[in-house]
């Protein structure tokens, strides 16, 4: 017997228990028992179930101290590339780490693929608004930028983003100090594939394939050709014997506010 088909069965009794007895007294009307399943509301109820994706939310944890982990990160997205690529790592079980641009999470197809990014598990997070250099801005512009893109990140898709990677990786002890009061850590990397230079994905993955554990490896989802790169050098690293993490993952605890990370030692 199902769960649930007992207390059901009771109630069912009860009712024509209840019944029974209001019609020998005849006077009043029949009890109305009252069904719990009568009260959920099924808008309600088919919003929860489809939110529930196969192994969402996840929780992984990995001990990347001991074995072999590498942190794959795309910047400047989410562009015209990054459905497929989202396609390739979720065909792949692949999870990685997305650094998007306020102006392309606001753009055309943005919403729904910042929304894509954070439910098949990957971590995002905040390359600033508009990709300015971060040591050029005042306090000010600095906060304007990373608070934009922080907000309309959260309001998309209910994600307070614990990330930042400042635009071509220009950072100071003031674009660190704005970094911590807006409870992100600076994540840099330690492994370039230059692929915005070199638009030849054997060269892309390559040069990622140099990565070692504990590597942060730096992408554009923006390019192509950085995408079509992305099987040959899941399949290197694979081979390898590396696993694949979000930045988060990589360190296992969340990263300091402000603090810069490169790599993991
Ligand atoms: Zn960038």
Redo the contacts with the bound molecule.
């Keep these: 017997m199902r769960v649930w088909a007992l207390p059901l069965a009771l109630l069912v009794l009860v009712a024509c228990v209840t019944q029974s007895a209001a019609h020998r007294r005849a006077a009043r009307p029949p009890a109305i028992v009252p069904m719990r399943a009568a009260h959920v509301d099924p808008d309600r109820l088919a919003k929860r179930l489809a939110a529930i994706q196969p192994g969402w939310p996840r929780t992984r944890s990995f001990d990347c101290g001991r074995i072999k982990c590498v942190a794959l990160t795309f910047?400047?997205g989410p562009g015209e590339h990054t459905g497929r690529l989202l396609d390739m790592l979720r065909r792949r079980g692949v999870l990685a780490t997305f650094?998007v641009?306020g102006q392309m999470v606001a753009a055309d197809h943005g919403p729904h693929l910042a929304r894509r990014i954070v439910h098949e598990g990957h971590e995002i997070g905040n390359?600033s608004w508009s990709?300015p250099a971060l040591t050029g801005l005042s306090d000010e512009g600095v906060r304007r930028e990373l608070r934009r893109t922080s907000e309309l990140v959260r309001r998309l898709t209910g994600v307070r983003m614990r990330l930042m990677?400042p635009?071509?990786g220009a950072t100071d002890p003031h674009v660190a100090r704005e970094t911590r009061r807006e409870g992100l850590a600076q994540i840099l990397w330690n492994v370039d594939t230059l692929d915005w230079r070199d638009r030849v994905p054997a060269i892309v993955a390559r040069r990622a394939g140099k990565a070692k554990a504990g590597s942060i490896v730096l992408m554009?989802d923006i390019h192509g050709t950085t995408v079509q790169a992305v099987p040959r050098l899941l399949d290197t690293l694979s081979r390898r014997g590396f696993t694949f993490v979000t930045v988060s993952e990589l360190y296992g605890r969340p990263p300091v506010p402000g603090r810069e990370y490169t790599e993991r030692r």
């Design positions: 910047d400047d650094f641009l390359h990709h990677r635009p071509y554009h």
